[in-house]
């Protein structure tokens, strides 16, 4: 059994509800949990589930909030998920959706479906940069395809890496102007997190200081 649990993103700045990220649960052992194998449940499947998510969403919220949604490189270059993609963007009005890859395309697939998304309005964004992701490698030939970055401090706490944290911050902001990309800071745990991503220019700002990834319901709108 499989659901999405959602977790707000917010404005940096005046603190409203600026979207949603999708974030994939399967049900076992009487509880919700992260799946190992995201390739393992079909593509269709996974957009039928956000389709149900974001039309509660959308019931909710007049603004039409942006609609994050996490794909690997294997997902993203796929000829049967971008059509599903697709389908659900003419399936629901208004719809901003964002996919956050979480691996690497090759320059040549960027070359090949960035044009396809965009056609239909479809934004990506990389996700983690910073830690989990070698993006930094490849600076010069990815970013030209992206619309926003994420920059995820819980990585770094994680991973015991605090110490880097500021220097990366500061990198991946400056490479957020260069490009003219969307900048979002995840990993906002307390009131001191919520300045630091008013100090550094934060789009939008992402974590447990304003929610864990929950079911939608009414309450959290």
Sequence with gaps: MYRFFVQPQVNAMTQKL?????LLRSYCHDYWETPTNFDAIPMEQQVSLSYQEIVNIFR????????SFNLNRKQFTDKLTIG?????????????????LTEAPTLEELQKYVAI???????????DVGTDNPWGQRTQEIMPFMDTIK???????????????LDSLKTWRKIADLYQ???ILEGIEDKQ??????E????????????KPIPYNAELA
């Design 18 to 22: 600026m979207g949603y990220e999708l």
């Design 60 to 67: 909710d919220h007049r603004d039409n909030p942006t609609i």
């Design 84 to 100: 599903n993609l697709i389908h659900l963007t003419k399936s629901v009005k208004g719809l901003n959706l964002v996919i956050e």
């Design 117 to 127: 998304y965009r056609a239909f309005g479809i934004k990506l964004s990389l996700d």
């Design 151 to 165: 920059f995820a401090m819980q990585n770094f706490r994680l991973q015991h890496r605090q110490d880097e944290l």
């Design 181 to 183: 990309l969307d900048f």
């Design 193 to 198: 997190d919520g300045i630091l991503a008013q």
């Design 200 to 211: 550094y220019n934060a789009q939008m700002a992402q974590g447990y200081y304003y929610s």
